[in-house]
C-alpha cells in the first residue's frame, strides 16, 4: 500500500505570497492531520481534517488554512507569508478517524522556505 | 495545553550500549503516549506507544515505561545499532482527540558510535 504523499516537496516563496501544499493520505484513511516542524519550536499541530470537516486546531494564526476533498486527500494554504513560515510541512494520516491515539503515518514533507 | 520536555537533546552511545530518553508531561489528563523516529529526509515513523493503563510496553530491543504520578515516560533502547541512529520524538495527547492533538517535545538527536 503507498505511503502518504506529498507535493510539492521543495518550495521556495517570497514574503507576503500565498502557498498551497498537497497531502494524499494512504488509500483508505479518513483523517488527515497537519504539522509545522522548525528548529526552534519543534514539531506543532496545525489542524485535523476527517470527512470534509475541520475537527480539531491547534493555536495558528488564521492565515493557516485547510480543506479536504471527498478523497480524503487534503490541501493547506498559507496566505501573506512571513520569513518564521519557513519550515517541513508534514502531513499524517490515520485509518478509522480518532487521532491522536489511533496510530497516525507521517508523509516526508514539505520544505517550504520564504525568502 | 500541554506541555511536553524532552531529554537529552543530544545523546551519543557506542553501538552495542543502551539509550535512554526521557519526557516529561504537564497535563494530567493525557493518556496516550507515542515515540517517533525521524530520519533525515523522511517523515517521523511511530516506533511504538502506550496508554495510560499500563506501564510498560516492549517491542524487540525497543520499550517504554511511563509513570503517571510523577508524569514522566522513557524509551528505552537494548543493543543499540547504527541503524538506530535518527532523531526521537516523544508525544502525549489526550485519548479521542483535542484541540492540541498530539503535542510533541523537542526531539533526541540519538547518535551510535560504531
Known amino acids: 500500500k503507498a505511503g502518504v504523499t506529498q507535493t510539492p516537496r521543495y518550495l521556495i516563496k517570497t514574503r507576503g505570497q500565498q502557498v498551497t501544499l498537497s497531502c494524499s493520505p494512504i488509500?483508505?484513511?479518513?483523517?488527515v492531520s497537519w504539522y509545522q516542524q522548525t528548529p526552534g519550536q519543534g514539531l506543532q499541530f496545525l489542524f485535523e481534517y476527517f470527512s470534509e470537516t475541520q475537527r480539531n486546531k491547534g493555536n495558528f494564526p488564521g492565515r493557516f488554512s485547510g480543506r479536504q476533498f471527498s478523497n480524503s486527500r487534503s490541501e493547506m494554504n498559507v496566505s501573506t507569508l512571513e520569513l518564521g513560515d519557513s519550515a517541513l510541512y508534514l502531513c499524517a494520516s490515520s485509518p478509522g478517524g480518532r487521532p491522536p491515539e489511533e496510530t497516525q503515518y507521517f508523509g516526508p514533507g514539505t520544505r517550504l522556505l520564504v525568502l | 495545553g500541554e506541555n511536553v520536555e524532552q531529554h537529552p537533546s543530544t545523546l551519543s552511545v557506542q553501538e552495542g550500549d543502551s539509550a535512554v530518553i526521557k519526557c516529561t508531561y504537564s497535563?494530567?489528563?493525557?493518556?496516550?503516549f507515542p515515540w517517533y523516529k525521524q530520519e533525515l529526509g523522511k517523515g517521523p515513523q511511530l516506533i511504538i506507544d502506550?496508554?495510560?493503563?499500563?506501564g510498560e510496553k516492549k517491542d524487540q530491543r525497543i520499550a517504554v515505561t511511563l509513570n503517571k504520578t510523577a508524569k514522566h515516560f522513557s524509551l528505552h533502547i537494548t543493543e543499540t545499532q547504527p541503524e538506530d541512529s535518527a532523531v526521537y520524538f516523544c508525544?502525549?495527547?489526550?485519548?479521542?482527540?483535542?484541540?492540541?492533538?498530539?503535542?510533541f517535545g523537542k526531539g533526541t538527536h540519538l547518535i551510535i558510535q560504531p
Open positions: 508525544a502525549a495527547a489526550l485519548e479521542g482527540g483535542g484541540a492540541d492533538g498530539l503535542t
Open positions: 502506550i496508554r495510560s493503563n499500563v
Open positions: 497535563d494530567s489528563a493525557s493518556n496516550y
Open positions: 488509500s483508505g484513511h479518513r483523517s
